[in-house]
């Protein structure tokens, strides 16, 4: 997976296309990204024990293909490109305006 934990990406898909946020968590099995703030859900919890109940917000994880990261560099939405330095050494870098991630 190109994305990594604390990559700013803007949502393409959805009912939060157009918002930017950081991403929070990753789950490289499945293809999905959590980004707070963003696909966010309610759920109605009914008080157990000693916790109270009452209605609790949550950002559900979005598919990969419905975000993009986010170049602060050249303030544009673009993929990832892997170079590979003669050294073998293997970084990301931004497909549009070619600076190092």
């Known amino acids: 997976m190109k994305l990594h934990i604390g990559d700013e990406v803007l ?3 959805g009912k939060d296309k157009g918002r930017r946020g950081k991403i929070e968590h990753v789950f490289p099995k499945k293809d999905r990204v959590v980004v707070p703030g ?6 109605h919890r009914k008080g157990m024990g000693g916790e109270k109940g009452g209605v ?14 986010f170049c602060t560099s050249c303030n544009k939405p673009t993929r990832i ?4 330095a003669k050294t073998g050494e ?6 549009k305006c070619r600076r190092e991630i």
């Open 81 to 84: 490109v892997y170079e590979v």
């Open 38 to 43: 963003v696909n966010v859900y309610k759920r």
């Open 56 to 69: 609790s917000e949550f950002s559900r994880p979005l598919f990969v293909a419905s975000v993009a990261f």
């Open 11 to 13: 949502v393409t898909a």
């Open 90 to 95: 293997k970084t990301r870098v931004c497909a």
